[in-house]
């Protein structure tokens, strides 16, 4: 339970010692001090909150007298840590031992904290401080990786030091790390690499700041709602509050997911759905904010650390440590599921453009009539649909799934330690035990990255319990309840997947928990989570009208199951196109310059698409996945989790979806393990058996409306 600041009164001549070693440092005292002693103090107190064991003060730790001393104390920090990694080296043998390896940070618990506002919060006091540290961290990052010492305790440690399962795994899994960087290479090579690593860091710090930059620059405002007339009620009073905070009497809209789906969905001009297409593929890739060349950079530098390596290509080297053997099987994957997907996908066209009387049909139109033709034809309301899902009910839902599967219960913390006051904190319990702390951030501002994505802010360790939080941007109403797409229930449910592989792992050890797993196994426990959002059973469950109570017609819930993957096909078809060029940027060497790579691009997309794309199409400028993410050459980690979870789903259908001998069947043999085995492994201890794409394709296929 995080404790409440103590009040702690100031008198003359009190003893500074004794408020340093204190549990609790006041901070008001702290404002009287000079600026030296009131540096020193508020240090302490961070040092504090990173090494509490309760929930940490995260009003003080993002405030602007912590971003003051921030760059200090991390400059510090960084100096004790190389400090202590050089007495480290000069161990002997007989004193190396498993601790020294997997020792607390405080270094690298800061910055991520740090990091973490960067994404929730952007400001130029954030970037000011990543921009001064990130290279010596990296720097500092290159030592270690190339320690030639460390490589050789390591290998001691394997073969001489007392190690459990756990221990072995984790050891194995940095020697392996250090064999791939081939750690025998030439100093001047090693030296290549680490200045490529160096340039790689800054490039895609940089590629972010221009993605976010760039759609804060957009902004559209349509002075009447002649266009709007087909909008829910909801969106409609979200475009206008947020055109009254921009001091307009106007519908305003922005670049947020929220914006853009609205307008492609219920706004009645083509003209305007066909801006908006168009600015989307076109954020950060022109004047000020343009990563095109910054994208060149990286795929170069990628290139040549790949070829440094001894690797063909980038690809090649991204896969080393994923399930995918090589980049060849995974384009042979998608190559065959993309030709399915788009002979499927024009029947989809085809059917709107007959149902509408349309001779031709552009991209910029595809979610406007797909929308009507479900209202018109098979009697599916979105805009009806999204009035059941409110946020606090969904949430509720998501919880009382949650604990259905796994005894897993949520209970709201009170605390004033929040860094924004709509974020909210829980307690996780399992089996009456407390096992995280979950920090829900679900709403829209404008300073926040784009996108949801889940995170564990603080690790988990022997004697502490994880902060595992889920980001996202659903815009909060001001007017009333706050209504849900069923996009965004399905990634509220995503997310929290991929929160519960963080809490449910049995290992102590933060190595071993999600992010160690193989990375295209890594979306399984999210894109499984989803599954439960469509089935009857947790869709009358999540629905509740916000205004009359009454749950999920059977009318209109037989409606949504008729049509439950409705534009499957094509969204699968963009899915592959992504998975496909990501692959051919870190597997062809051939861009000459921007305009190279802008036609390579397009040739490609142009390619897979069914629809010619407008020569302005530069999506790839803000594909922040591949160029400042952890999915380079793995994108198509989202398909080849998709098939997988189309085999673990089979198997709660083939029971109960609420199956208690499934869900523990699961929980035991993949959340639980984490990265203790191979993706493999832990796969065919659930299903007895190797990964068959017979039931992604049945699941597709037969659910496809067909005309």
Same mark, same amino acid.
């Given at each position: 339970?995080?404790?409440?600041?103590?009040?702690? &009164?100031?008198?003359?001549? *009190?003893?500074?010692?004794?408020?340093?070693?204190?549990?609790?440092?006041?901070?008001?005292?702290?404002? $009287?001090?000079?600026?030296?002693?009131?540096?020193?103090?508020?240090?302490?107190?961070?040092?504090?909150?990173?090494?509490?064991?309760?929930?940490?003060?995260?009003?003080? /730790?993002?405030?602007? #007298?912590?971003?003051?001393?921030?760059?200090?104390?991390?400059?510090?920090? /960084?100096?004790?840590?190389?400090?202590?990694?050089?007495?480290?080296?000069? /161990? +002997?043998?007989?004193? $190396?031992?498993?601790?020294?390896?997997?020792?607390?940070?405080?270094?690298?618990?800061? *910055?991520?904290?740090?990091? !973490?506002? @960067?994404?929730?919060?952007?400001?130029? %006091?954030?970037? #000011?401080? +990543?921009?001064?540290?990130?290279?010596?961290?990296?720097?500092?990052?290159?030592?270690?990786?190339?320690?030639?010492?460390?490589?050789?305790?390591?290998?001691?440690?394997? @073969?001489?030091?007392?190690?459990?399962?756990?221990?072995? %795994?984790?050891?194995?899994?940095?020697?392996?790390?250090?064999?791939?960087?081939?750690?025998?290479l030439e100093k001047d090579k090693q030296e290549q690499l680490k200045k490529i690593s160096l340039e790689l860091s800054e490039l895609s710090k940089d590629f972010s700041k221009n993605v976010l930059d760039s759609e804060k620059e957009f902004e559209y405002f349509l002075e009447s709602d002649e266009y709007l007339k087909e909008f829910p009620e909801s969106d409609l009073a979200n475009a206008k509050a947020l055109a009254e905070k921009k001091w307009k009497k106007w519908y305003a809209f922005d670049s947020s997911f929220w914006s853009y789906l609205a307008i492609m969905k219920y706004c009645s001009n083509s003209d305007v759905r066909k801006h908006f297409y168009i600015e989307w593929t076109k954020?950060?890739?022109?004047?000020?904010?343009? =990563?095109?060349?910054?994208?060149?950079?990286?795929?170069?530098?990628?290139?040549?650390?790949?070829?440094?390596?001894?690797?063909?290509?980038?690809?090649?080297?991204?896969?080393?440590? +994923?399930?995918?053997?090589?980049?060849?099987?995974?384009?042979?994957?998608?190559?065959?599921?993309?030709?399915?997907?788009?002979?499927?996908?024009?029947?989809?066209?085809?059917?709107?453009?007959?149902?509408?009387?349309?001779?031709?049909?552009?991209?910029?139109?595809?979610?406007?009539?797909?929308?009507?033709?479900?209202?018109?034809?098979?009697?599916? &309301? #979105?805009?009806?649909?999204? @009035?059941?899902?409110?946020?606090?009910n969904t949430k509720k839902a998501l919880f009382d799934t949650i604990k259905k599967l796994y005894n897993v219960e949520m209970k709201p913390l009170e605390t004033d330690w929040k860094y924004d006051k709509d974020v909210e904190v829980y307690e996780v319990y399992k089996d009456w035990k407390l096992i995280s702390y979950f920090i829900w951030d679900y709403f829209y501002n404008e300073n926040k990255k784009s996108g949801a994505w889940a995170n564990d802010l603080r690790s988990k360790s022997e004697d502490r319990i994880p902060v595992v939080i889920n980001v996202m941007g659903v815009v909060k109403s001001k007017e009333s309840e706050t209504l849900m797409t069923l996009w965004e229930v399905e990634t509220m449910f995503h997310e929290f997947g991929h929160a519960l592989h963080v809490m449910l792992s049995k290992s102590k050890y933060s190595e071993l928990s999600w992010f160690g797993v193989e990375w295209d196994f890594v979306e399984l426990p999210s894109q499984l989570m989803e599954k439960w959002v469509s089935d009857e059973l947790t869709i009358k469950n999540i629905s509740k009208h916000y205004k009359t109570g009454e749950v999920l017609s059977d009318d209109l819930f037989e409606a949504y199951k008729k049509l439950e993957h409705f534009w499957t096909w094509n969204h699968t078809l963009w899915q592959n196109i992504y998975a496909i060029t990501d692959m051919m940027f870190y597997s062809w060497t051939e861009f000459k310059d921007v305009?190279?790579?802008?036609?390579?691009?397009?040739?490609?997309?142009?390619?897979?698409?069914?629809?010619?794309?407008?020569?302005?199409? +530069?999506?790839?400028?803000?594909?922040? !996945?591949?160029?400042?993410?952890?999915?380079?050459?793995?994108?198509?980690?989202?398909?080849?989790?998709?098939?997988?979870?189309?085999?673990?789903?089979?198997?709660?259908?083939?029971?109960?979806?609420?199956?208690?001998?499934?869900?523990?069947?699961?929980?035991?043999? $993949?959340?639980?393990?984490?990265?203790?085995?191979?993706? @493999?492994?832990?796969?065919? &201890?659930?299903?007895?058996?190797?990964?068959?794409?017979?039931?992604?394709?049945?699941?597709?296929?037969? =659910?496809?409306?067909?005309?």
């Amino acid at each position: 339970m995080a404790k409440e600041l103590e009040k702690v &009164d100031w008198v003359e001549n *009190w003893d500074n010692s004794k408020l340093v070693n204190s549990s609790v440092i006041n901070t008001d005292v702290i404002q $009287i001090l000079d600026s030296k002693e009131k540096n020193n103090m508020l240090k302490q107190k961070v040092l504090q909150e990173l090494n509490t064991k309760d929930f940490p003060n995260l009003k003080f /730790l993002f405030s602007d #007298e912590v971003l003051d001393i921030a760059e200090e104390l991390l400059l510090e920090l /960084l100096e004790k840590e190389k400090q202590q990694f050089e007495n480290d080296l000069k /161990l +002997k043998d007989k004193d $190396i031992n498993f601790d020294i390896f997997v020792r607390k940070s405080d270094l690298y618990a800061f *910055w991520y904290y740090l990091s !973490h506002l @960067s994404w929730v919060n952007d400001s130029d %006091k954030i970037r #000011e401080i +990543k921009d001064a540290v990130l290279p010596k961290l990296v720097d500092f990052s290159n030592e270690i990786s190339y320690s030639k010492r460390n490589f050789e305790m390591l290998k001691y440690c394997l @073969s001489n030091c007392n190690l459990d399962e756990e221990q072995k %795994k984790i050891i194995e899994d940095e020697i392996k790390d250090y064999e791939i960087r081939w750690i025998a290479l030439e100093k001047d090579k090693q030296e290549q690499l680490k200045k490529i690593s160096l340039e790689l860091s800054e490039l895609s710090k940089d590629f972010s700041k221009n993605v976010l930059d760039s759609e804060k620059e957009f902004e559209y405002f349509l002075e009447s709602d002649e266009y709007l007339k087909e909008f829910p009620e909801s969106d409609l009073a979200n475009a206008k509050a947020l055109a009254e905070k921009k001091w307009k009497k106007w519908y305003a809209f922005d670049s947020s997911f929220w914006s853009y789906l609205a307008i492609m969905k219920y706004c009645s001009n083509s003209d305007v759905r066909k801006h908006f297409y168009i600015e989307w593929t076109k954020f950060a890739s022109s004047w000020e904010f343009d =990563n095109r060349e910054i994208v060149l950079k990286i795929i170069k530098l990628k290139d040549q650390k790949a070829k440094l390596l001894w690797y063909k290509n980038f690809a090649e080297l991204s896969l080393e440590k +994923k399930m995918a053997n090589s980049p060849e099987e995974v384009m042979d994957l998608l190559g065959n599921i993309s030709k399915k997907a788009k002979n499927k996908a024009k029947i989809e066209v085809e059917e709107l453009k007959n149902y509408f009387d349309l001779e031709e049909i552009n991209p910029w139109d595809i979610s406007y009539y797909s929308r009507k033709i479900k209202q018109e034809k098979y009697d599916l &309301d #979105e805009r009806k649909m999204k @009035s059941y899902f409110e946020f606090e009910n969904t949430k509720k839902a998501l919880f009382d799934t949650i604990k259905k599967l796994y005894n897993v219960e949520m209970k709201p913390l009170e605390t004033d330690w929040k860094y924004d006051k709509d974020v909210e904190v829980y307690e996780v319990y399992k089996d009456w035990k407390l096992i995280s702390y979950f920090i829900w951030d679900y709403f829209y501002n404008e300073n926040k990255k784009s996108g949801a994505w889940a995170n564990d802010l603080r690790s988990k360790s022997e004697d502490r319990i994880p902060v595992v939080i889920n980001v996202m941007g659903v815009v909060k109403s001001k007017e009333s309840e706050t209504l849900m797409t069923l996009w965004e229930v399905e990634t509220m449910f995503h997310e929290f997947g991929h929160a519960l592989h963080v809490m449910l792992s049995k290992s102590k050890y933060s190595e071993l928990s999600w992010f160690g797993v193989e990375w295209d196994f890594v979306e399984l426990p999210s894109q499984l989570m989803e599954k439960w959002v469509s089935d009857e059973l947790t869709i009358k469950n999540i629905s509740k009208h916000y205004k009359t109570g009454e749950v999920l017609s059977d009318d209109l819930f037989e409606a949504y199951k008729k049509l439950e993957h409705f534009w499957t096909w094509n969204h699968t078809l963009w899915q592959n196109i992504y998975a496909i060029t990501d692959m051919m940027f870190y597997s062809w060497t051939e861009f000459k310059d921007v305009e190279d790579l802008d036609k390579k691009y397009l040739d490609k997309v142009n390619e897979l698409s069914l629809f010619k794309q407008p020569e302005s199409n +530069k999506r790839y400028a803000s594909f922040s !996945h591949i160029f400042a993410g952890w999915y380079s050459a793995g994108y198509y980690s989202y398909m080849w989790a998709d098939i997988i979870v189309e085999e673990i789903w089979s198997e709660f259908k083939k029971n109960w979806i609420f199956d208690k001998q499934t869900a523990k069947k699961f929980e035991e043999k $993949i959340l639980w393990a984490g990265s203790i085995k191979k993706a @493999s492994e832990m796969f065919k &201890d659930f299903m007895g058996r190797e990964v068959q794409i017979d039931a992604f394709l049945k699941a597709k296929w037969l =659910n496809l409306k067909k005309t």
